[in-house]
């Protein structure tokens, strides 16, 4: 396999869960973005992590979420990494990062809109990036449109944290992605679903078929 770490997101499922962690994974996302058709409850969430194996990071996904229901959630869980997926200050990271200085953040932005002095900004708050598409609805994440590779590339070579790619990845453009971009890790969610929510193990397998080619 190629040298980059894999997060599978939008798991809603102990059954999902367990699939996709019978592949050589590295994390998965746990959705509790608001508008998401990929939502997840505390509940389920517990029953995920309660099986989830001890090399599979769990990272908790958040847009524009009040900073006490985020701390709420994490503790609960006993989760310490989260996404986040909107319009996020660096002051909201900042106050994260206070109530919590073992958080890690992973920042995300619409791949069109990001630059590098963006990315800069939230550098002292922040572990990691993700670069992500949007579809014409203002939706980010899960879509399956693709992001703008010649900007991540830019990105990816001049910045000093590490870029996790996402946006429209599936077993068919996973390579070409990895090859352009050279990111630090992918972020693959609709790329392998039978439909909105549901992973598919057939597409999970062609995808590691391509990483391994």
């Avoid at 590779?149 to 990816?156: K, P």
């Avoid at 990895?178 to 397998?205: F, H, L, Q, T």
Wanted: net charge positive; with cysteine.
């Amino acid at each position: 396999m190629q040298n980059i770490r894999i997060k599978i997101c939008g798991i809603t499922s102990v059954y999902d869960s367990r699939l996709v962690c019978s592949f050589p994974i590295h994390a998965i996302g746990l959705n509790f973005v608001k508008r998401s058709k990929r939502k997840i409850n505390l509940k389920t969430a517990r029953e995920i992590l309660d099986k989830l194996p001890p090399l599979v990071e769990p990272i908790l996904i958040f847009e524009d979420e009040k900073i006490s229901e985020v701390m709420y959630i994490c503790d609960t869980l006993a989760v310490s990494s989260v996404q986040l997926h909107g319009l996020e200050p660096v002051s909201y990271c900042s106050d994260l990062k206070r109530f919590n200085k073992r958080l890690k953040i992973i920042k995300a932005f619409p791949t069109k809109e990001a630059s590098v002095s963006l990315l800069n900004a939230y550098r002292r708050v922040c572990s990691c990036f993700l670069l992500d598409s949007y579809d014409r609805k203002g939706l980010m994440g899960g879509t399956g449109k693709p992001s703008d590779w010649n900007i991540a590339q830019e990105i990816v070579s001049k910045s000093r944290l590490p870029i996790i790619l996402a946006g429209g990845l599936n077993p068919y453009n996973i390579n070409s992605a990895i090859k352009r971009v050279k990111p630090y890790a992918v972020d693959v969610n609709s790329g392998v679903e039978s439909r909105i929510g549901k992973k598919d193990k057939s597409m999970m397998e062609r995808l590691f078929e391509e990483l391994n080619s």
